[in-house]
């Protein structure tokens, strides 16, 4: 607790700990090594000096331009031509067809007054049974 104390009254007063060394080392150099001290340079100047390249054209405006429109029709085809295509896949195991197919069952059947479902899936009297012995 007593270490907690010192800590925060050296961050209060500015000062660093012992560990720290003299503040001048922890500075870094203004100029770098080897280079005269001058201006920094205007970004269009370092852009030419260093362009990002993508991999489409030598030119770099050109370089920028083809990266943006190809990113640009690709995430519109990914986006546009993937939901019509999963729009308009088949009916996967065919749960709309069998939904409407039992919806028409039940219509026609309740327009001749039968019931909805029968106790026996199949006409007993077109099955062939065994004897009775």
């Known amino acids: 607790m007593a270490a907690l104390g010192r800590a925060l009254r050296a961050l209060r007063a500015g000062t660093r700990g012992r560990s720290a060394g003299p503040p001048g080392a922890l500075e870094l150099p203004r100029v770098p090594l080897g280079a005269e001290a001058h201006a920094e340079e205007p970004m269009a100047v370092a852009q030419r000096k260093n362009p990002d390249y993508h991999g489409f054209s030598d030119d770099p405006a050109a370089d920028v331009l083809n990266m943006r429109a190809v990113f640009v029709s690709g995430v519109s085809i990914a986006i546009v031509l993937g939901s019509v295509f999963l729009h308009y896949l088949p009916d996967y195991g065919l749960q709309s067809w069998s939904r409407r197919e039992a919806e028409r069952l039940v219509r ?22 065994p004897p009775q012995d």
Request: glycine share 4%; aromatic share 10%; proline share 18%.
């Open 108 to 129: 026609e059947r309740e327009a001749r007054g039968e019931p909805l479902l029968t106790p026996n899936y199949y006409d007993p009297a077109r099955l062939p049974l």
